[in-house]
């Protein structure tokens, strides 16, 4: 279960922060590998979903938003010297 913390339109944004452990978390990883992967959200049926890397120009714009709806993503990327990923995942097409 990850948490959510940004969503535009159809796309989510998930955080590979692993508590700001120095490495990445291994669903990460996973998903770098197979980025074709079924959500489930609260009250809502599997749907199909690709996963993506947020580009550092991306990323930029959108961990402001990451760490305004949990405060403590920030505190996780004090905590190492990598800098958290953030993915996004899109409507399979």
Partial sequence: MLTTPHQ?????VIVAS????DRHPAWYLNLVENPEVKVVMKGSSARPMRARVASSEERDGLWPLVTAAYSGYAGYQEKTDREIPLVVLEPAA
């Fill in 8 to 12: 535009d339109g159809d796309a989510i």
């Fill in 18 to 21: 692993k508590g700001g452990e």
